[in-house]
């Protein structure tokens, strides 16, 4: 790709959602003057009394978690859609508000207290994959149901509230936006040429191999052309499936090796537990055939520069657009250099 994408400002477009990003690698080498965030080195325990999310242990609601050995699950004890919440609609003018319901769930990765998934070997991680599709699926076949978000914040700079190594699922009756932007590009794509989106990308990403961190028989990991964080990754099937239940044992596996080298890989850039946002999208579950999704499972970390300095969403990037430094391919090539 011509050197003009390293050296001056341009906008990249993502196809999944139809929006742009403003690239600007000529600030990279500005300094820093910013805020800078406090590195904890501290080492949990593998078993926490104090926890509410440790194996024996009691929640908060006074339930007592199971002697659990792999991944489990339970309800949200304070989930942010209710199941059973009232029905209403609100016309009022250009005052427009609808009630929403879903279902809300935590899952634990493991009962080590001190692991994160960089931590965990494969076979532990094939575990955890195997809760979110047998969470999918359950979850997915209540009528009420129509998309079911699989996602982990790691990290207290992410927002998450316990350190013990844990995601959630929130289900609801509609369709998130985000998810409703790729719904569209998707089908849209899929409907003029008869192919998958991200499958097609897929192809001419393996060619060009500029943004490949890593890739096994099944799965692709990539820094997507079109990324706004920092160190943002993608994980993807190389093979057009529309949800993680078009995995076959064998490929639950790749899923959980991709998964695991992508997260050492980032534990091993600044030396820290490294902090991120990860979620997977995949095809509704509102009984259509949704033939044009192919599923992906996104990592947006904030670290930019080191492990003290977390990249903001602030200005230009509230008023105007997304914008980032360091390219793609840079990225890729130093989280590359750590597999």
């Not at 050995?69 to 919440?85: E, G, H, I, P, R």
């Not at 599709?133 to 209540?142: D, L, R």
């Not at 969403?313 to 657009?321: I, K, L």
Request: proline residues 5%; charged residues 20%; hydrophobic residues 35%.
């Amino acid at each position: 790709m011509t050197t003009d994408i390293q050296d001056y400002s341009h906008k990249r477009y993502n196809i999944l959602t139809g929006e742009w990003v403003l690239v600007s690698p000529h600030r990279a080498k500005r300094p820093w003057q910013g805020q800078n965030e406090t590195v904890s080195n501290e080492v949990r325990p593998s078993y926490d009394v104090n926890c509410y999310l440790c194996a024996g242990n009691t929640r908060i609601n006074g339930e007592v978690n199971p002697d659990y050995k792999n991944a489990f699950v339970f309800t949200n004890d304070f989930a942010a859609l209710q199941k059973d919440s009232k029905s209403f609609q609100v016309n009022d003018g250009l005052l427009q508000a609808q009630s929403e319901t879903g279902i809300c769930k935590v899952i634990c990765f493991s009962p080590d207290h001190s692991k994160s998934l960089a931590d965990m070997n494969v076979a532990s991680i094939q575990k955890v994959v195997e809760t979110w599709q047998s969470e999918y699926k359950t979850i997915g076949k209540n009528s009420a149901i129509n998309y079911v978000q699989i996602f982990e914040n790691k990290g207290a700079v992410m927002g998450c509230s316990n350190p013990h190594p844990h995601g959630q699922i929130w289900s609801q009756s509609t369709l998130p936006n985000e998810v409703e932007k790729k719904d569209i590009h998707q089908i849209n794509f899929f409907n003029k040429n008869k192919t998958s989106l991200l499958g097609d990308y897929l192809k001419q990403e393996l060619e060009k191999q500029e943004r490949i961190i890593f890739e096994n028989d099944s799965f692709v990991v990539l820094i997507p052309f079109w990324a706004i964080w920092p160190f943002e990754a993608m994980i993807a099937p190389k093979k057009h499936q529309k949800d993680i239940l078009g995995m076959n044992e064998q490929e639950t596996i790749g899923f959980a090796e991709a998964i695991s080298v992508l997260t050492k890989a980032y534990d091993k850039l600044f030396n820290t537990s490294f902090p991120y946002s990860s979620g997977i999208h995949q095809a509704p579950t509102n009984d259509e055939a949704n033939t044009h999704w192919h599923w992906h499972m996104s990592f947006y970390p904030p670290l930019l520069r080191s492990a003290t300095v977390k990249k903001f969403m602030v200005g230009y990037e509230m008023f105007g657009s997304p914008q980032r430094d360091i390219t793609a391919e840079i990225a890729a090539q130093q989280l590359k250099e750590l597999i």
